[in-house]
């Protein structure tokens, strides 16, 4: 199993990046799909996530109506479209999965991780 986060890199404050999450020797419509971050010096922070089977997704409150999360299941990818970044979200993402639509961004519950790819917001 391996999940691949790739679209980070440097951005101005304002600007956008969409990250995207690939799957190989999994079938990530089967599974929710989680964003986390890590910014330097800090825990690992729950970003988003959406359901498998009924798409939810849900946000944290500090990138709630900037962020997106969307999956194309035929193209066993997950995306993150993120909007009006700050220096702030700043972080490694990562991307994650879970049998549990129930986990939230809960990470413990997350089963399969993987690498993480580096975001960074001027000011």
């Known amino acids: 199993v391996q999940l691949q986060a790739s679209g980070g890199g440097l951005v101005q404050a304002g600007g956008s990046l969409r990250l995207s999450c690939a799957g190989s020797g999994i079938t990530l419509a089967y599974y929710a799909i989680g964003w986390f971050r890590q910014a330097p010096g800090k825990g690992r922070e729950g970003v988003s996530m959406?359901?498998?089977?009924?798409?939810?997704?849900m946000y944290a409150h500090s990138v709630k109506g900037r962020f997106t999360v969307s999956r194309d299941d035929a193209k066993n990818t997950v995306s993150l479209q993120m909007n009006s970044l700050k220096p702030e979200d700043t972080a490694v993402y990562f991307c994650a999965v879970t049998h549990r639509n129930s986990a939230a961004t809960t990470a413990s519950l997350y089963d399969y991780w993987g690498q993480g790819t580096l975001v960074t917001v001027s000011s």
């Open positions: 959406i359901h498998t089977s009924d798409g939810v997704a």
